[in-house]
């Protein structure tokens, strides 16, 4: 059974930070692109990270510089990193596996950036 479980997220202020993990079973991890999405109220859903098998990586455009994207292959864990945090990236942020035709979703963690 392939799980896929995010945490970390929560209400921050602007200018904070926040680390989400997302933690994998039922895949072989190493093999998987492993990507971070974010999905605001009305809005659709976006591709914030991703980070590939060789490690490297691609981020959205409003996010580069504040956000990284890491994965520890021997964890099974994939990580994003945020830093300088705005309330414009208030979203509910899902973790995403790909490989060939797999496809896989978590479930969602919110995060709010609010004073």
């Known amino acids: 059974q392939v799980q896929l479980v995010e945490s970390g997220g929560g209400l921050v202020q602007p200018g904070g930070s926040l680390r989400l993990s997302c933690a994998t079973s039922?895949?072989?991890?190493?093999?998987?692109?492993m990507a971070w999405y974010r999905q605001a109220p009305g809005k659709q859903r976006e591709l914030v990270a991703r980070?590939?098998?060789?490690?490297?990586?691609n981020y959205l455009d409003s996010v580069k510089g504040r956000f990284t994207i890491s994965r520890d292959n021997a964890k099974n864990t994939v990580y994003l990193q945020m830093n300088s945090l705005k309330p414009e990236d208030t979203a509910v942020y899902f973790c995403?596996?790909?490989?060939?035709?797999?496809?896989?979703w978590g479930q969602g963690t919110q995060v709010t950036v609010s004073s």
């Open positions: 980070i590939v098998r060789n490690g490297n990586t």
């Open positions: 995403n596996a790909e490989f060939l035709n797999y496809d896989y």
């Open positions: 039922g895949i072989s991890f190493g093999a998987y692109t």
